[in-house]
């Protein structure tokens, strides 16, 4: 409670440590907490980024909670930590003009649990173009709004932060003036959002096709690296193809995804906001995201064409074999590798593809109100390419990934070493 008073709504027995476990001595446990404490204090305190205080979350930004878990395995927090939170994350932001805060960790654990270190995330959402003085000034707001209603966790992009131009940004802003933000701040916060969103959509076909060429050179990597294994599967050469795979996966998949999902980002925004000013009905949005065809949407489609006998299962699975229940997870089969995958699957509803009236909505007169350089037609494209490409480069991106937990569980069989026990390495020590 607010009194920090403890209510145990329920109490259970630990079935599950071994018995070689059960002498760990409270004063181990309580060891390991004080090294905790001291860690938190020390991050919570740390000076490298603007902001009093920093607060450690496991649903915004990136939210390792749903992507690896509440207590991943040792391999798989330190994958997603490589390819990602160590310093990806940002490098995709400061490229569209927001405040280049890396290198970064925006990851930590306290025990086996992931945390996102909001001070971190909150900084790198900040304009680049604005001073120093109020970038610091909206980084405390953030921490402190969020302190005082954390059941925002979730919702930072939409209730908290502002991270782009949209609808109701002029309302949203008035909040500051109540804390102590001058009207000349918050019209230099306005301005800095416009500009960084109009630059963001002017950008965007540039980087629509540079990220093309990335996952064109990912591609072709990949095959190379399959067409050396076949002289030699040698541990050392499956090692080096594990860096290289991991690497390019870093640099050609996971640097471009997070540049696109928060372009994604900024589309889901813009079109929110207009929904909330009531400039169109709340079934257009759904109606607008059905129409979308994406990997999601793709796999939902060809699953009901092998139900159907329109598709084969073996050419189903060369399209999705390398995806598996958990992306990080090397005890969890892909499906190419799973023998009752097609077990069991009874026809998915598919959301109709209705394009035609989505695009009837005339909002030419609204964004050129806000100062938006972007017509109707053009905006709804930004919007639905953005989401395609976000889940493209996702959808590719893990095939490296995939590629090399296979190849690592094959280094593990050639020492002897199960899939669980791989699992308990971290992938610094496995690439050493």
Known sequence: TKNNKVIIFQVRPLTSI????KNIT??????????????????KNSARVSGNKTIFSDMADWNPAEIIGNNPNVLDYSLYDFLVMKNSWCVGRAKLG??????????????????????????????????????KKLVNFYLNKLNKNPHLHDKVEFDILFTCYDFTLSNRLDELRQHGFSKFEISQIRKALLKLTNEIIEKFPKISSNYLSSTNKMFKNREKIKSNLEQ??????????????????????????STMARIAFIGSIMLKSLQKQNYFEDSFIENFMNSISSPLSEIQDDMNAVINNELSKKQFLKKYGHLRPGTYDITASRYDIQKKFFDDVKLLKCNTKNAHN???????????????KFNTLDFLDFIESSLVKREQLKFE?????????ELIAE??????????????????????
Not at 18 to 21: A, I, L, N, Y
Not at 108 to 113: A, D, H, I, L, Y
Not at 413 to 429: G, H, P, Q, V, Y
């Open 18 to 21: 071994r018995k070689k476990s």
């Open 26 to 43: 409270d004063h181990d446990i309580s060891k390991i907490v004080l090294k905790l404490k001291k860690k938190f204090k020390k991050l």
């Open 98 to 135: 927001y405040q280049n805060i890396g290198p970064y960790p925006l990851m930590q654990k306290f025990g086996s649990k992931p945390y996102v270190d909001i001070r971190g995330s909150f900084n790198s959402l900040i304009p680049d173009k604005l001073n120093q003085k109020l970038k």
């Open 232 to 257: 030699s599967r040698s541990v050392k050469n499956l090692i080096v193809s594990v860096e290289q795979l991991l690497n390019d996966c870093k640099k050609f998949g996971v640097i471009p995804f």
């Open 358 to 372: 989505i695009k009837s909505v005339n909002l030419d007169k609204i964004l050129l109100k806000h100062d938006l």
């Open 397 to 405: 991106f893990t095939k490296n990934l995939s590629y090399a937990l």
């Open 411 to 432: 280094i593990g069989t050639k020492l002897n070493f199960s899939r669980e026990e791989m699992a308990c390495l971290d992938i610094k020590t496995i690439l050493k």
